[in-house]
């Protein structure tokens, strides 16, 4: 199947599943991306499966999130959520194995990209805040 020049996404190797659909829903994506990012009904962070199963009641920000994403590749997301390394080190335990197929996604996480490298910085001047409360607000 060849696939039309502007159907083509640019930050994935393969043409969203979901798309498919005569009518996009929460419930179709969802299902659509479960299907193409093969994370084996469990959680996949960059190229690793995880089972977050025994933490979904446990994470600070809620279980809603965990729970509706399971099946999900959650790079971005996680990325985007925790600024430290804890995150990254807490999860080892719940690794399962690393995936059997590279990401479909082309978005990248390298330690001295850009992304890793704007969460390094922005750490550093977050340090330099002051966030004691103020008399009068700014």
């Known amino acids: 199947m060849v696939i039309?020049?502007?159907?083509?996404?640019?930050?994935?190797?393969?043409?969203?599943?979901?798309?498919?659909?005569?009518?996009?829903?929460?419930?179709?994506?969802?299902?659509?991306?479960?299907?193409?990012?093969?994370?084996?009904?469990?959680?996949?962070?960059?190229?690793?499966?995880?089972?977050f199963t025994d933490f979904i009641d446990k994470h600070p920000g809620g279980s809603f999130w965990i729970r509706e994403?399971?099946?999900?590749?959650?790079?971005?997301?996680?990325?985007?959520?925790?600024?430290?390394?804890?995150?990254?080190?807490m999860i080892e335990k719940y690794k399962v194995r690393d995936a059997n197929k590279p990401r479909i996604y082309t978005l990248t996480m390298h330690e001295n990209g850009f992304y890793k490298t704007l969460k390094r910085r922005v750490m550093e001047k977050l340090k330099t805040i002051d966030n004691a409360p103020k008399e009068r607000s700014d």
Do not use: M
Request: glycine letters at 6%.
């Open 4 to 51: 039309e020049e502007w159907k083509k996404c640019g930050i994935a190797t393969k043409f969203p599943t979901y798309r498919n659909s005569k009518f996009v829903t929460v419930d179709s994506w969802l299902n659509g991306k479960r299907q193409d990012d093969e994370a084996e009904g469990l959680w996949r962070i960059n190229d690793v499966i995880y089972d």
């Open 69 to 89: 994403t399971r099946g999900t590749d959650i790079t971005e997301a996680f990325e985007a959520h925790h600024l430290t390394t804890a995150p990254s080190k």
